[in-house]
Protein backbone atom coordinates (compact mmCIF):
# COMPACT_ATOMS: atom_id res chain seq x y z
CA UNK A 1 0.00 0.00 0.00
CA UNK A 2 2.98 2.59 0.49
CA UNK A 3 4.47 1.40 -2.47
CA UNK A 4 1.54 2.57 -4.25
CA UNK A 5 0.80 5.51 -2.36
CA UNK A 6 4.32 6.45 -3.43
CA UNK A 7 4.48 5.97 -6.71
CA UNK A 8 0.56 8.18 -7.33
CA UNK A 9 2.16 10.65 -5.38
CA UNK A 10 5.62 10.83 -7.48
CA UNK A 11 3.07 10.76 -10.56
CA UNK A 12 1.32 13.86 -9.08
CA UNK A 13 4.04 15.98 -8.50
CA UNK A 14 5.69 15.19 -11.78
CA UNK A 15 2.34 16.16 -13.85
CA UNK A 16 2.70 19.55 -11.37
CA UNK A 17 6.33 20.28 -12.66
CA UNK A 18 5.34 19.28 -16.01
CA UNK A 19 2.89 21.75 -16.18
CA UNK A 20 4.78 24.92 -14.56
CA UNK A 21 7.62 24.16 -16.75
CA UNK A 22 4.97 24.83 -19.81
CA UNK A 23 3.41 28.26 -18.00
CA UNK A 24 7.01 29.29 -16.99
CA UNK A 25 7.91 29.08 -20.91
CA UNK A 26 4.56 30.30 -22.26
CA UNK A 27 5.46 33.31 -19.80
CA UNK A 28 8.84 33.90 -21.45
CA UNK A 29 7.49 33.25 -24.81
CA UNK A 30 5.56 36.30 -24.26
CA UNK A 31 8.19 38.34 -22.24
CA UNK A 32 10.19 37.79 -25.90
CA UNK A 33 7.76 38.79 -28.28
CA UNK A 34 7.03 42.48 -26.06
CA UNK A 35 10.91 42.87 -26.23
CA UNK A 36 11.19 42.33 -30.14
CA UNK A 37 8.34 44.87 -30.57
CA UNK A 38 9.82 47.95 -28.16
CA UNK A 39 13.03 49.52 -28.41
CA UNK A 40 15.72 47.39 -26.01
CA UNK A 41 16.92 49.37 -22.82
CA UNK A 42 20.52 48.42 -23.34
CA UNK A 43 23.16 49.64 -20.48
CA UNK A 44 26.52 47.82 -21.43
CA UNK A 45 27.97 46.08 -24.46
CA UNK A 46 30.80 43.89 -24.44
CA UNK A 47 32.80 42.18 -26.41
CA UNK A 48 36.00 40.27 -25.66
CA UNK A 49 38.41 37.93 -27.23
CA UNK A 50 40.88 35.69 -25.48
CA UNK A 51 43.47 32.67 -26.55
CA UNK A 52 46.77 32.04 -25.02
CA UNK A 53 48.90 34.63 -24.45
CA UNK A 54 45.94 37.29 -25.98
CA UNK A 55 43.46 39.05 -24.32
CA UNK A 56 41.23 42.29 -25.43
CA UNK A 57 37.82 43.22 -23.23
CA UNK A 58 35.98 46.18 -24.61
CA UNK A 59 33.26 47.40 -22.42
CA UNK A 60 30.81 50.28 -24.11
CA UNK A 61 28.04 51.70 -21.84
CA UNK A 62 26.39 55.43 -23.11
CA UNK A 63 29.19 57.45 -20.96
CA UNK A 64 32.30 55.17 -21.26
CA UNK A 65 34.02 53.15 -22.81
CA UNK A 66 36.53 51.05 -21.01
CA UNK A 67 39.37 49.06 -22.79
CA UNK A 68 41.58 46.08 -21.22
CA UNK A 69 44.23 43.59 -22.48
CA UNK A 70 44.36 42.62 -19.34
CA UNK A 71 42.75 39.14 -18.51
CA UNK A 72 42.90 40.37 -14.31
CA UNK A 73 41.19 43.92 -15.40
CA UNK A 74 44.34 45.70 -13.62
CA UNK A 75 44.76 47.85 -16.30
CA UNK A 76 41.80 49.23 -17.77
CA UNK A 77 41.61 52.38 -19.92
CA UNK A 78 38.70 54.42 -19.78
CA UNK A 79 37.69 57.07 -22.23
CA UNK A 80 34.07 59.13 -22.84
CA UNK A 81 31.95 57.88 -25.12
CA UNK A 82 30.99 59.59 -27.93
CA UNK A 83 27.35 60.48 -28.11
CA UNK A 84 26.98 59.41 -32.08
CA UNK A 85 29.02 55.73 -31.32
CA UNK A 86 26.39 55.29 -28.87
CA UNK A 87 23.66 55.80 -30.75
CA UNK A 88 25.41 53.79 -33.74
CA UNK A 89 25.34 50.93 -31.64
CA UNK A 90 21.99 51.31 -30.86
CA UNK A 91 20.87 51.70 -34.31
CA UNK A 92 22.88 48.37 -34.69
CA UNK A 93 21.15 46.31 -31.81
CA UNK A 94 17.70 47.76 -32.96
CA UNK A 95 18.39 45.96 -35.74
CA UNK A 96 19.11 43.26 -33.98
CA UNK A 97 16.70 40.18 -32.11
CA UNK A 98 19.26 40.06 -29.44
CA UNK A 99 16.92 37.41 -27.28
CA UNK A 100 18.37 35.19 -30.27
CA UNK A 101 22.37 36.17 -29.22
CA UNK A 102 23.26 33.15 -27.40
CA UNK A 103 21.27 31.10 -30.95
CA UNK A 104 23.97 32.52 -33.00
CA UNK A 105 26.24 29.28 -34.86
CA UNK A 106 29.89 30.80 -35.26
CA UNK A 107 30.73 30.44 -39.10
CA UNK A 108 34.63 29.39 -38.47
CA UNK A 109 35.83 26.90 -35.94
CA UNK A 110 39.83 28.04 -35.76
CA UNK A 111 38.98 28.67 -32.17
CA UNK A 112 39.41 25.20 -31.06
CA UNK A 113 42.65 24.66 -32.34
CA UNK A 114 44.48 27.56 -31.64
CA UNK A 115 43.77 29.43 -35.34
CA UNK A 116 41.90 32.23 -34.02
CA UNK A 117 41.38 33.94 -30.72
CA UNK A 118 37.70 32.97 -28.45
CA UNK A 119 35.65 35.88 -28.88
CA UNK A 120 31.82 36.57 -27.06
CA UNK A 121 29.69 39.64 -27.43
CA UNK A 122 27.12 40.41 -24.66
CA UNK A 123 24.39 43.03 -24.05
CA UNK A 124 23.03 43.77 -20.59
CA UNK A 125 19.80 45.32 -20.02
CA UNK A 126 18.16 46.30 -16.85
CA UNK A 127 16.53 42.97 -16.67
CA UNK A 128 19.51 40.81 -17.64
CA UNK A 129 22.59 39.87 -19.36
CA UNK A 130 22.35 38.14 -22.96
CA UNK A 131 25.90 36.41 -24.10
CA UNK A 132 26.39 34.77 -27.58
CA UNK A 133 28.17 31.56 -27.85
CA UNK A 134 31.93 32.00 -28.50
CA UNK A 135 33.27 32.67 -31.97
CA UNK A 136 36.30 33.27 -33.60
CA UNK A 137 37.78 36.55 -33.22
CA UNK A 138 37.74 38.71 -36.69
CA UNK A 139 35.09 35.88 -37.54
CA UNK A 140 31.45 37.18 -36.18
CA UNK A 141 28.36 35.51 -37.51
CA UNK A 142 27.14 37.81 -39.67
CA UNK A 143 24.08 38.99 -37.49
CA UNK A 144 26.25 40.41 -35.29
CA UNK A 145 29.55 41.53 -37.85
CA UNK A 146 28.67 45.45 -37.89
CA UNK A 147 28.06 45.84 -34.38
CA UNK A 148 31.85 43.86 -33.79
CA UNK A 149 33.25 45.74 -35.75
CA UNK A 150 31.38 49.10 -35.09
CA UNK A 151 32.93 48.07 -31.67
CA UNK A 152 36.47 47.73 -32.50
CA UNK A 153 36.57 50.70 -34.25
CA UNK A 154 35.25 52.49 -31.43
CA UNK A 155 38.24 51.16 -29.62
CA UNK A 156 40.83 51.71 -32.32
CA UNK A 157 39.39 55.24 -33.33
CA UNK A 158 39.90 55.83 -29.11
CA UNK A 159 43.58 54.93 -29.10
CA UNK A 160 44.43 56.86 -31.92
CA UNK A 161 43.39 60.52 -30.36
Known sequence: MKLLFSLLTLLMLNKECNSQKTADMTSDRKETSKVSEQEIDVRTIWYEAMTRGFYQKITITETKTMVSSDVNQKDVTTYDTKKSDWDALMLLLNELAIEELPKLEAPTSKRFYDGAAIAT?????????????SFDHGEPPK???ALVNKMISIKENLEKE
Open 143 to 145: EIE
Open 121 to 133: LAIATPEKEIKSN
